[in-house]
């Protein structure tokens, strides 16, 4: 499909484009040139003259994860007026101010630290995942008050699962 | 010895197979249920499989099923490579028990310097400087705070049967006790079946020095000189180089001392590293000694020229060692990055998975030493290493450039490396200089991972011009045979991939 998107980054910064007939495409109104060369099964971005190893390392509907040189970015492609919508429905779960913490890494939980309704501090250790034979701390990533603990000690847990869910 | 058994599995056996066929010895490799087509087992000239036990006992950890199967096989020797098999005494007497040779130190040094606690008395009756701490294992909370408030905070708690980080905690301050004495003990008991630990005083900005070295079974000892693991993350090595740009030679001499110091007060044999914390100062302090192969021994292979397995394998045939201390030279400089499937951005979290498609350097200054290749799963049974690359120079700078030339030409598709954090590290402006420490990522990287500004920009791109084509092919379903003639290079790509 051809015609305007916006490349919404997980830290919130825009990337403009739009899409035109031939492959030419503009970003900030501006041409970009781009192309693309398959090497022995690698996909490279060639651009200005230099070569970037580039890998599509998720995606789902409108959810990607890009791999640029062995580091991943997250997007969600938006059209102009899916855009518009999912900013009104941040705020609204912003106003609601639910959060929750995900495993960062497949592991075993050793020990929950804090109780349901506790208050916590940006930082506090909430509780202790065991991966690869080490200990880790995990933190809350903002202050609130914890409104559900998912996990108990001795549960196995995969990554991205939900451990723990702040609010205000 | 007319044959070996590996005990071991990955790059590491891969590593001693290689030297030992070059040697004319016959080679045999363990195989097991849960990686039977591995690489390490084509190198092999045997494979021999894994009888599993009814205890569930780890494969390379069965020292009895790892016994039984070179008895078996009629198979003189074994190496055990690194890891727990290599730091158990008992594995050791059970081969000299059984008449089998065992290429390592013997079971008495293995036990001496795996206990911490004796290492440090051994240390101390030999004049080698250490870090002040508690001398026994710890009985208490209590007694672990009167002894810090004695030798000062900030101190550190260790498992007095540890290694690789685990169960080490440091304290800062006098509340922090109670919670660190407990997360440390209780990872010592799981790690090493041994909750005992012990507190000695943390040495700010310290580095990380060890000495390689190499004795035979007639009483002589020689180091190898330095190696320089400083580069951690909470206590894991992830770049090592050799030599040190901290040491020059006087101290590398009385370094170097100090480690046949300790080697010879267990009547050591074959190849062992003892490791030193060194203060900015240069003041250095025993740690530990690893009584075994380690990861990072190619950086000294390549500055030294020697096959440290080859001496190993001699030793444990009884020869004498060919060469004297004043024979050995340090010649040039050698950088080893240990290429793990972390994901530096979550916190070097382990990625596991399939490696879909990998591309390694070669050329005349880089040496590749992996245990995978192209289809090989990362799975959670084992460590997470991809490969180590290893590359050499004529000084430290021109290995740091060869270094990161070797990384921009690796490719690992299908998960997550530590390479990006590689090269940030060899950007960054003091390691360049040579002015690192063991909390040198914690303190002087302000991001983990290499980028360029221009990167995610065309990542956006990508995930654009993809999404664009998806919505594309929705809304071409039907079919039109004309579409073809037009087919954008983005669309032709997609459709090559998904053959």
Known sequence: MLGKFIALSKAGKKFKFELKKDGVALYNGERLNVSIEEEDGFMYLIYKRRKFAIEIGEKNQNKYQIVINGVAYQFSIETPISFRRKKFLQKKHKDIGFEPLLAPMPGKIIEILVEEDAEVKEGDPLLILEAMKMQNEITAQRAGKVIKINVRAGDSVMKDDILVELGN | MKSLLVANRGEIAVRIIRTARKMGIKTYAIRTAKEPSALYLEHADEVVDFIPNTEGIPEFLDIEGIISLAKANKIEAVHPGYGFLAESPYFAQRCDEEKIIYVGPSADAIYKMGNKTIAKQLAKKYNVPLVEGSAKNLKSVDEALSIAEKIAYPVILKA????????????????????????????????????????????????????????????NIVHLGERECSIQRKHQKLIEEAPSAALNESLRKKMGEAAIEIARSVKYYSAGTVEFLLDADNNFYFMEM????????????????????????????????????????????????????????????????IIEKMHLPAGKNIRIDTGIREGSEITPFFDSMIAKIICYGVTRDEAIQNTLDALNNTQIKGLRTTIPFFKALLHNKKFRKGDINTSFIDTEMKSLFYTEPVEELLAAFMATQDFANELKMDEDSVVDYNKGQTLSPWLLNKRLKSL
């Open chain 2, 160 to 219: 007095a049967a540890g290694g690789g980080g685990r169960g080490m905690r440091i304290v800062n301050k006098p509340e922090e006790m109670e919670k660190m004495f407990n997360m440390a003990s209780n990872e010592a008991q799981k790690a090493f079946n041994d909750a005992s630990i012990f507190i000695e005083k943390y040495v700010r900005k310290p580095r990380h020095i060890e000495f390689q070295v190499i004795g035979d079974k007639h009483g």
């Open chain 2, 290 to 353: 690893n009584t075994r192969i380690q990861v990072e021994h190619p950086v000294t292979e390549m500055v030294t020229g020697l096959d440290l397995i080859e001496q190993m394998i001699r030793v444990a045939r009884g020869e004498k060692l060919s060469f004297a201390q004043k024979d050995i030279h340090i010649n040039g400089w050698a950088i080893e990055c240990r290429v793990n499937a972390e994901d530096v951005q979550s916190n070097f979290s382990p990625n596991m998975g």
